[in-house]
T-cell receptor
Framework: NAGVTQTPKFQVLKTGQSMTLQCAQD?????MSWYRQDPGMGLRLIHY???????DQGEVPNGYNVSRSTTEDFPLRLLSAAPSQTSVYFC????????????????FGEGSRLTVL | GDSVTQMEGPVTLSEEAFLTINCTYT??????LFWYVQYPGEGLQLLLK?????DKGSNKGFEATYRKETTSFHLEKGSVQVSDSAVYFC?????????????FGQGTELSVKP
């Protein structure tokens, strides 16, 4: 019963390097999203997707890129890492809105801790 | 825009003490409200939720009531345990769940001492 799986769990990058955080879910959820968690700021939405082929920006999208080629996968790409992107990243998924019985609950992965030097 | 404000932490309590973590929100329409808990080194997991005014969510001895008149969703527990030590997040979503997006408060760290 995997749920939402994120890899890697830990990563150290140098400024300017690029990398991809992987996220996969096996619950056939239409919605997927990426958040970053920083001390004293809660979780902030980076990008989200309402289905395969459809993505949109959240509150803090700059420096990140996403794509959604399948229902299951939603990778987050850091194009040129900066120290300000040092954070814990969470991927989440949820079923479609209230018409399918969903009440907005998100299912989270265990997080990916990224340090940019 | 919509927002969530939580009481600041950290909160330190002795075992068996009463817990209240305040949460207020601003939102258009009629959001759903959530409390999530994050144990050390783990992701967030849903603790409880309420989808309409006057609903009470409850789980593991925690309770919160959706108060539309005061735009609040305070978390309470009558007797905390050391195992309740965690970070607690209040959150809201658009009731239509457009895109599976939640707006989170800043989190409140709870530490329970034996």
């Amino acid at each position: 019963n995997a749920g939402v799986t994120q890899t890697p769990k830990f990563q150290v990058l140098k400024t300017g390097q690029s990398m991809t955080l992987q996220c996969a879910q096996d619950m056939n959820h239409e919605y997927m999203s990426w958040y970053r968690q920083d001390p004293g700021m809660g979780l902030r939405l980076i990008h989200y997707s309402v289905g395969a082929g459809i993505t949109d920006q959240g509150e803090v999208p700059n420096g990140y890129n996403v794509s959604r080629s399948t229902t299951e996968d939603f990778p987050l790409r850091l194009l040129s890492a900066a120290p300000s992107q040092t954070s814990v990243y969470f991927c989440a998924s949820s079923p479609r809105g209230v018409t399918s019985g969903s009440t907005g609950e998100l299912f989270f992965g265990e997080g990916s801790r990224l340090t940019v030097l | 825009g919509d927002s969530v404000t939580q009481m600041e932490g950290p909160v330190t309590l002795s075992e068996e003490a009463f817990l209240t973590i305040n949460c207020t929100y601003t939102a258009t329409g009629y959001p759903s409200l959530f409390w999530y808990v994050q144990y050390p080194g783990e992701g967030l997991q849903l603790l409880l939720k309420a989808t309409k005014a006057d609903d009470k969510g409850s789980n593991k001895g925690f309770e919160a009531t959706y108060r539309k008149e005061t735009t609040s969703f305070h978390l309470e527990k009558g007797s905390v345990q050391v195992s309740d030590s965690a970070v607690y997040f209040c959150a809201l979503s658009d009731r239509l769940n457009q895109g599976g997006k939640l707006i989170f408060g800043q989190g409140t760290e709870l530490s329970v001492k034996p």
